[in-house]
């Protein structure tokens, strides 16, 4: 079976702007989760859909946002871009909807100038 | 959510070598446990999983030992090979979907 994709993989913004970050899971798994890897504050979840419903939402301002389509592909947005939301953002999908293994992809690596 | 692990520690091992890497959690609730491997410039890689019910659970050439009392959580890695080189993070969950919360991870680095 083919991993976890992100798309894209590189991407420069500058402050104000807003990002849109896709990510398309293994055949099969219906659980996507999302999280944002920097070097001061490590791996922190976003948040995690099933089944096109959000069902965990991890300690971020509103501007992150997501939403998750019919055939399990999620994407993510960060609205009016700050400098510290520059980072490594982080796609993983499951076969189960909770306490289920999770695949990661290769990520995403935003800078935002 | 409470946190996994603390700083970036490293441990530097030579080849062929056994590796022992730490981790603190401090969700008593937590339930599963997770090691990933990370290399540079790539996600995280699943290693072994154990759930909350077991003590110990060996894969090929890794082993994981839980120890519930002091919430503590070991992955123990046989013979170690340059290709081990990686950032080692470990990670608890059970209490909400499929949420994980991290530790800061350990840099392994392995001596030929």
């Known amino acids: 079976k083919a991993g976890v994709t992100q798309t894209p993989r590189y991407l420069i913004k500058t402050r104000g702007q807003q990002v849109t970050l896709s990510c398309s899971p293994i055949?099969?798994?219906?659980?996507v989760s999302w999280y944002q890897q920097t070097p001061g504050q490590g791996l922190q979840f976003l948040f995690e859909?099933?089944?096109?419903?959000?069902?965990n939402k991890g300690n971020f301002p509103g501007r992150f946002s997501g939403r998750q389509f019919s055939n399990s592909r999620s994407e993510m947005n960060v609205s009016t871009l700050e400098l510290g939301d520059s980072a490594l953002y982080l796609c993983?999908?499951?076969?189960?909807?909770?306490?289920?293994?999770?695949?990661f992809g290769p990520g995403t690596r935003l800078l935002v100038l | 959510g409470e946190s996994v692990g603390l700083h970036l520690p490293t441990l530097s091992v030579q080849e062929g070598d056994n590796s022992i890497i730490n981790c603190a959690y401090s969700?008593?609730?937590?339930?599963?446990f997770i090691w990933y491997k990370q290399e540079s410039g790539k996600g995280p890689q699943f290693i072994i999983d154990i759930r909350s019910n077991m003590d110990k659970r060996q894969g090929q050439r890794v082993t994981v030992l839980l120890n519930k009392t002091v919430k503590h959580l070991s992955l123990q890695i046989a013979a170690t090979q340059p290709g081990d080189s990686a950032v080692y993070f470990c990670a608890e969950g059970g209490n909400a979907g499929n949420m994980l919360t991290f530790g800061g991870g350990t840099r392994l680095m392995v001596k030929p």
């Open positions: 055949s099969g798994h219906r659980s």
């Open positions: 993983a999908s499951s076969p189960r909807e909770g306490r289920g293994t999770q695949y």
């Open positions: 969700n008593s609730a937590s339930d599963y």
């Open positions: 859909y099933f089944s096109e419903t959000q069902r």
